[in-house]
């Protein structure tokens, strides 16, 4: 039972360039997020998705796209990096979408955009 | 969504115990108050949720008086591996309500 995890671990992109983070979840859990963690900020959150089939933005989902392709799996995609996107990256699952599920996350992907 | 309020940081030393305590003056009826733990380079991990008064597990205990306007993660007796970012989050119970603010949280430095 791996929880959820996230691909890649470290990344780093040029200006311009696009790339897609991946994060898989085996604990047959319906919602599923992406947050962003800048030095000295708490946790954003960029899309999540309440159920498969179903996404929605959250405070900072300018320069992102996602896609719920199946209960497992939720990605992040960045269609044309910017600097401003250089950050740690946090893809999390609750068992439903309301507010007392416990949020597991995974260990991040750390993006430095050039 | 019921905004909170906790110290940017605090200092500890080992074995001491620490209490930290987080405002939210408009929690609603159906909030519960939910305390995360994020270890350096880490996700966050949940450590403990309450609704009133006294919660207490493994790791930690959850204060919130009658009012529940505020409440206070206590960690008893606490080692250099406490040293973490801790986050208060108040959500409500019902389904349909999918996100969670977690904020700055509190910066906890254990000092031996």
């Known amino acids: 039972n791996a929880g959820v995890t996230q691909t890649p671990k470290f990344q780093v992109l040029k200006t311009g360039q696009s790339m897609t983070l991946q994060c898989a979840q085996d604990m047959n859990h319906n919602s599923m997020y992406w947050y962003r963690q800048d030095p000295g900020m708490g946790l954003r959150l960029i899309y999540y998705?309440?159920?498969?089939?179903?996404?929605d933005k959250g405070e900072v989902p300018n320069g992102y796209n996602v896609s719920r392709l199946n209960k497992r799996e939720f990605s992040l995609r960045l269609e044309s990096a910017a600097p401003s996107q250089t950050s740690v990256y946090f893809c999390a699952s609750s068992e439903a979408g309301r507010g007392t599920d416990t949020q597991y996350f995974g260990p991040g992907t750390r993006l430095t955009v050039l | 969504l019921a905004k909170t309020t906790q110290p940017i940081s605090m200092d500890s030393y080992e074995g001491q115990e620490v209490n930290i305590t987080c405002s939210h003056n408009?929690?609603?009826?159906?909030?519960?108050i939910t305390w995360y733990q994020q270890f350096p380079s880490q996700g966050p991990r949940f450590i403990i949720q309450?609704?009133?008064t006294k919660v207490t597990n493994e790791v930690a205990s959850l204060f919130i008086p009658a009012d529940r306007k505020s409440s206070t993660l206590s960690l008893p007796r606490v080692s250099l591996s406490d040293t973490a970012v801790y986050y208060c989050?108040?959500?409500?119970?019902?389904?349909?309500?999918?996100?969670?603010?977690f904020g700055k949280g509190t910066m906890l430095l254990v000092s031996p």
């Open positions: 998705s309440a159920s498969e089939g179903t996404t």
């Open positions: 408009n929690i609603a009826t159906n909030d519960y």
């Open positions: 309450g609704y009133k």
């Open positions: 989050l108040v959500a409500p119970t019902f389904s349909g309500y999918s996100t969670l603010t």
